[in-house]
């Protein structure tokens, strides 16, 4: 199927989409589920819903809907935070990041296998409205994190910045306050890091390791020492500035949880939402090489395409979207079509690869060869040298439904079983 660009949504954005609609997301596109969509999720189970449904439905009619064929579940940014500040890389090139991939090798060629992440496995009992003691146990504590917040103490800590600076009079401005505090230099380039330590949430016992280290590396300043540390603390120093100049309401909690999501913009080619906040502050945040895409337009346009391929023969559907839709449309009027053609030029050229299909043959040879590789390959530990960009083989478990929607997905002579890989 189609991959490349990645994708990430909110909640918002996938509650806008019918499941047909849904269908189509996951054709074009490689998903990176961020953990706050799960939380977000799991914490309908607290919810307060309209008559005629239970929590339950709700939660399993978005699980049914989160795509689950070119979908990856991202490392918490939290994870991510600690292991660069004790000197690992993490990479902003607009991949997901994913943990669990162990090292394999058969006949001489390597490869990495991840199997089926525990946030999938969750989605999955989810459609079936099946839920552990303890994911109910967690969308409680979620719900009453969120009624703990306390913009109003934002509000007033951060005005008091404003007596020596200008009040940032446009979310521009704030982001603008925000880069100039974490990246001051010279005499106060100690407190500035120690600032953006704080904002990041770090104990104080842990700070003294991290100082040692950035000490050691000559104090760079927090952009050079740990860019997405940087990226973090920058999104919540602009969100906590914005409160403060009245540019944002202190009157919704779960303006935080919509924030967090820009943590994982690094990661991403494209950010979906219809959340108001999203609209207003994502854009100042990306890069040239991506793009926020309003929901609503977003579906009108899988709308448009669902409406395009349920015109094709039955003949031609009934051979699943893996024979006709290793592509969007070459028609530019549709918004998908434009997206590939910004993140994945050359995709309307047959010599790419992405719009020739493959004949049986190879597609055979290649299905043996994977299957091989799966029951026969060993686990090794990584040589010094492992450079994940060349392995031979990547293998991802998947578990997924032969029907989504009215849309066959996998071509005939897989039938009931619903494990792929």
């Avoid at 969509?37 to 809907?65: H, M, P, S, W, Y």
């Avoid at 973090?232 to 924030?259: M, Q, T, W």
Wanted: overall charge negative; some cysteine; hydrophobic content about 40%.
């Amino acid at each position: 199927m189609a991959a490349g660009i990645t994708l990430i949504f909110d909640k918002s954005a996938l509650q806008c989409l019918n499941l047909d609609e849904a269908v189509w997301l996951d054709t074009f596109f490689t998903i990176n589920i961020t953990p706050l969509f799960f939380i977000e999720t799991l914490a309908d189970l607290e919810k307060q819903v309209r008559a005629g449904r239970t929590a339950e439905q709700v939660v399993g009619n978005l699980a049914e809907k989160t795509p689950d064929l070119n979908s990856h579940a991202n490392i918490p940014h939290g994870l991510l935070i600690q292991g660069e500040l004790m000197g690992g890389t993490v990479e902003m090139e607009g991949r997901p990041l994913v943990s669990g991939g162990q090292v394999m090798q058969l006949e001489g060629q390597t490869g990495i296998m991840f199997q089926l992440p525990p946030e999938q496995e969750a989605l999955s009992r989810w459609q079936r409205h099946e839920f552990l003691a303890l994911e109910r146990l967690m969308a409680k504590a979620w719900r009453h994190a969120l009624s703990g917040i306390d913009f109003n103490g934002i509000y007033y800590t951060y005005q008091d910045w404003f007596r020596a600076r200008p009040k940032p009079r446009t979310l521009d401005e704030a982001k603008a306050l925000a880069a100039e505090i974490l990246d001051r230099y010279g005499p106060d380039k100690e407190n500035a890091f120690r600032f953006g330590l704080d904002l990041l949430g770090v104990h104080p016992e842990a700070q003294v390791s991290v100082l040692s280290r950035w000490q050691t590396l000559d104090c760079p300043p927090l952009r050079l020492f740990a860019p997405y540390c940087r990226h973090v603390a920058e999104v919540d120093l602009f969100f906590y500035l914005a409160i403060a100049a009245g540019l944002i309401g202190r009157d919704r909690p779960s303006h935080k949880v919509d924030l967090a999501y820009l943590y994982y913009l690094p990661f991403c080619k494209v950010f979906t939402s219809k959340d108001n906040l999203h609209r207003r502050i994502t854009p100042l945040f990306l890069r040239p090489d991506q793009d926020f895409v309003w929901a609503e337009d977003f579906k009108a346009d899988l709308r448009c395409l669902d409406e395009h391929y349920s015109a094709l023969p039955e003949e031609i559907k009934a051979k699943g979207l893996f024979a006709f839709a290793s592509h969007p449309p070459v028609d530019a009027s549709y918004l998908v079509s434009r997206l590939w053609d910004k993140h994945l030029p050359g995709w309307r050229n047959h010599d790419s690869g992405t719009s020739a299909p493959i004949d049986e043959e190879t597609e055979k040879y290649v299905l043996e060869r994977l299957r091989h590789f799966t029951e026969d390959a060993r686990p090794i530990s990584p040589p010094a040298s492992f450079d994940s960009d060349e392995v031979e083989n990547m293998v991802l478990e998947r578990k997924i439904s032969l029907w989504k929607g009215k849309w066959r997905r996998l071509p005939p002579g897989i039938e009931e079983s619903e494990d792929s890989k």
